[in-house]
């Protein structure tokens, strides 16, 4: 089955840096990959997306990148600011909304 | 994207007893699943809420312990049986809709004592 890991496990940032997340993927038949922030106390928190037949994409200030070949993706946070603390998850699944399976997460900190 | 609720947000059982958790959403939708969010952790499905028929369990979860019903389209019961401490976890329910995207709920945090 599909296995997802994600680093790093914890990420410390200057308020107004950029903040860079990775995942990797295990199974070629995934294709679709969504990225949530989950704040404390809170259910988990659709940000962005990416589907296999698109390499980059963006959403203000924040942006997924996927390489199929390597199997990774990633997420980049610009201009970062103390909202933007939480614990991120990245996932893998296929089109058909199934098998979702879900990195460990990375907990951001943006420190002012 | 959908609306979804939970009831409780939040309780505190002793242990052997059962606690059901209610999941409701705004539109008719047809996948709808149930994870556990143990504390720190990441998030494991517990099932797939299926409408009409019985639900489809994750390895390690059991009908017993987990009971689910889903009678419509729009709503969804998890309840956690015969509690104990390990049972401590957020639960959240989600769907899959519409261009198969996963929308969660705010989640349920149960504490066993």
């Known amino acids: 089955g599909e296995n997802v890991e994600q680093h790093p496990s914890t990420l410390s940032v200057q308020e107004g840096d950029s903040a860079v997340i990775k995942c990797t993927y295990s199974?070629?038949?995934?294709?679709?990959f969504p990225w949530y922030k989950q704040e404390l106390g809170k259910g988990p928190q659709l940000i962005i997306d990416?589907?296999?037949?698109?390499g980059e994409k963006k959403d203000q200030r924040i942006a997924v990148t996927l390489n199929k070949t390597a199997k990774h993706f990633s997420l980049h946070i610009t201009e970062t600011q103390p909202e933007d603390s939480a614990v991120y998850f990245c996932?893998?699944?296929?089109?058909?909304?199934?098998?979702?399976?879900f990195g460990p997460g990375t907990r951001l900190s943006v420190l002012p | 994207s959908a609306v979804i609720s939970q009831k409780p947000s939040r309780d505190i059982c002793q242990r052997g007893t059962s606690l059901t958790i209610q999941c409701q959403v705004d539109?008719?939708?047809?996948?709808m699943f149930w994870y556990r969010q143990q504390p720190g952790q990441s998030l494991t499905l517990i099932a797939t809420?299926?409408?009409?028929?019985?639900?489809?369990?994750e390895s390690g979860f059991v009908i017993d312990k987990f009971p689910i019903s889903r009678p419509n389209l729009t709503f969804s019961t998890l309840t956690v049986s015969n509690m104990s401490p390990e049972d401590s976890s957020i639960y959240l329910c989600?769907?899959?809709?519409?261009?198969?995207?996963?929308?969660f709920g705010p989640g349920t945090r149960l504490t066993v004592t």
């Open positions: 989600s769907v899959v809709w519409p261009s198969y995207e996963q929308y």
């Open positions: 199974d070629s038949a995934s294709n679709y």
């Open positions: 990416i589907r296999s037949n698109v």
């Open positions: 996932a893998a699944s296929n089109y058909y909304g199934q098998n979702f399976v």
């Open positions: 539109s008719q939708v047809t996948m």
């Open positions: 809420a299926n409408q009409g028929s019985e639900a489809t369990y």
